[in-house]
């Protein structure tokens, strides 16, 4: 049992699971705000054994070293690789931490947002991001049937959005770090970036946070009348390249969040379609990301 366990920001677990957490701890302290400096966050983790956080607060390696008493990190949003983390683990495991995160809870969301946007664009439907009604993007109306798309990233997210665009008849083309046989066997075929850049006419970029693969040789590659999708929560671009592929031709891109976008510059560039709302996080998504927050701390507490 905790001495002291708190959420230091808002962390969007069901009501349910926040009784639980009370057993798991002598005294629990939910906040419902987000801190606004580092010293905040200290002045509100204070003697706290245990610590919770979602995605939009970071903690450093020198705000863990300012709370001495902490032995539990709790991430309630997706943790994929300490690089990515908004979490110094590394420095954390190093004092004795454990750091826990979640996967795979907001995934068919995302999946969701996918085939919205992309039957939207394909057909016209609505309208664009300057209020303009939209043109079905090859002056027909299409329907994904024969698509080509390009997924960037086949994990699970990337897998699922793969599966499901292949059941509506897209020829799915994928990189990845190496070549997978489930993919294969699903008829997916591996290319190198610069070639499925260059083949396909829908791109998906489906990676962790702070992962970029797309620099100026890929967007040269990538040409013009192009879609490109990032369900990633920061840009999967180099911004440059970016940039002047964009403003180059009658190219397409959507995210569903800000982060995702990198430049609140664009949101007013009526190519650039971004709702500004994270579609991975549904109502059933916080129950698994609930659920699977309270298993990692049963988990931890099996282990002491």
Not at 162 to 175: C, N
Not at 225 to 238: E, M, Q, R, V, Y
Not at 262 to 270: A, H, I, Q, S
């Amino acid at each position: 049992m905790f001495k002291k366990l708190i959420g230091i920001e808002p962390l969007e677990l069901i009501e349910s699971v926040n009784i639980k957490l009370e057993s798991l701890t002598e005294n629990l302290l939910l906040y419902t705000d987000r801190p606004t400096t580092d010293d905040e966050i200290v002045a509100r983790i204070g003697d706290a054994d245990g610590v919770l956080l979602s995605y939009t607060t970071t903690l450093t390696k020198e705000i863990l070293e300012r709370c001495p008493n902490i032995r539990y990190i709790g991430m309630c949003c997706s943790l994929y690789a300490s690089e990515s983390a908004n979490v110094d683990i590394n420095y954390a495991n190093s004092r004795g931490i454990t750091v826990t995160g979640v996967r795979d809870y907001g995934d068919k969301g995302v999946v969701e947002y996918v085939i919205s946007e992309l039957v939207r664009c394909l057909h016209g439907f609505g309208t664009t991001s300057d209020g303009k009604p939209r043109n079905a993007w090859g002056g027909i109306p299409r329907e994904i049937t024969g698509l080509k798309v390009g997924i960037v990233g086949l994990g699970k997210s990337g897998g699922m959005v793969a599966d499901a665009l292949h059941f509506l008849g897209a020829e799915i083309t994928y990189f990845a770090r190496s070549e997978k046989q489930d993919a294969k066997a699903k008829g997916y075929e591996f290319l190198p970036l610069e070639e499925l850049m260059k083949e396909n006419e829908v791109v998906i970029a489906c990676l962790n946070k702070n992962t970029v693969l797309l620099h100026e040789n890929e967007f040269i590659k990538f040409g013009n009348h192009k879609i490109l999708f990032n369900t990633g929560s920061s840009p999967a671009w180099d911004a440059e390249p970016f940039n002047k592929w964009l403003a180059a031709g009658d190219n397409a891109v959507y995210c569903d969040t800000l982060g995702a976008l990198g430049d609140k510059e664009l949101l007013n560039n009526p190519k650039v379609n971004c709702l500004e709302v994270s579609t991975g996080r549904t109502q059933q998504a916080f129950v698994r990301l609930s659920e699977k927050v309270l298993a990692n701390l049963t988990t931890y507490f099996k282990k002491q």
